[in-house]
């Protein structure tokens, strides 16, 4: 083994490290707002002992995200930022990031019960896409590259964290009991966000058994693309499925599938009009999403015997509403003007030097002007409109939504000039 191989090696243990950390990070958290005497000390003492465990536990974790990160860059020979794999593990850095100076600040344990979970659900929805070095193509190869991506990927993280207070503030703040509960649209929406983060969760889960399992579904279809000199040539165009394929690609043959629960063949055929690229495996990879969501969602309520959101109310009643809402704003503001100049200032600045101009309407930078402009309205409403407490949060939370579907949804379900980021 040559000596990059074994560099290469060390880089991913190093990953496998830091997300364990983070995750036993999150359990000291946990026991830190339990409020329980343990050992003949206070609750207070507990929590602070526990607290400054898992925040000492973040702290290694993110040492090894760094080592990581860096001797990933040493093996490949440029910043690891290029592809969906190395952006997803780039962000999840950056969210801890976050958390550890927002935490510095305002030294709530809460915090890492919330924010902790979006960095290693990033690290782990990473682990789906391959992992494998890759060189820089021609569009990549630039110093805006690591100019651009990690300022933007900084401020979504500050994001995060806004998220991740906006949800503690609404867990805190929506009443499911007494003689005043909250609205029935409000406790809805709260437990439909909860939803979306099972969906991810399930997706997550789901890629990672059936690969565990060795699944596999192939499928070729005839595509016809112009070569040099403009004549029309007919390719057959290879695509597997981790998962079981309920819907084919359109206009594809089914070239191998192993059966599943008496499935032996796709249940039909993915519209004519999604042609795209693995169009059909990303609409089977939604059904399948919706699909264990919804069954992981329905175990855990079975479990509780009530809304999710009524299991998490107790966990945060001891917090102070106002801080939480401190909290999410701060985190905004400071993400917002580094968003501004990563996402959108630099972003500009290397479009017009790779392709001649600053804007071109390709679906990741309209996405991208949409989570800004969200965000500023975002700020306007807090700053001029006092939007303040449960208003502000519904904002966080669904302005972290949209930066999930930029990141998500963009890169792998519509085709645009920054489609190489699905690869």
Known sequence: MSFIDKISSASSSYLLVAFLLYCLAFILFVVSITGKRMGGKSPEAVSRRFGSAGFIMTVVGF???????????????????????EFMTFLGMMIILAFIIVYLIYRLPVLGVFALPVGFIVLAYASVFPSEMQPLIPALQSYWLK???????????????????????????????GDNPSPVWERRAFEWTIVFILLIVAFIGSVFSFNAAGYKATFVKEVTVSDTAGQPQVLKQDETYVLPPIVQPSGSQMVEMKPFLGMTKPLFEAPSWMEGKNAGRQLNTVIWSVIFGALLYGILRLLARKPLGAVLNPAVQGLDPEDLDEVGYRAIAIGYPIFTLGALIFAMIWAHEAWGRFWGWDPKEVWAFITWLFYAVYLHLRLSRGWQGKKSSWLSVIGFIVVMFTLIGVNLLIAGLHSYAGV
């Open 63 to 85: 040492a090894a995200h760094l080592l990581f990160f860096f001797t990933r860059w040493y093996a490949s020979g440029h910043i690891p930022t290029s592809n969906m794999y």
């Open 147 to 177: 100019i651009h991506v990690t300022t933007a990927a900084a401020g979504e993280a500050f994001f995060g964290v806004g998220f991740a207070a906006g949800l503690m503030h609404l867990a805190r703040t929506i009443r499911y009991k």
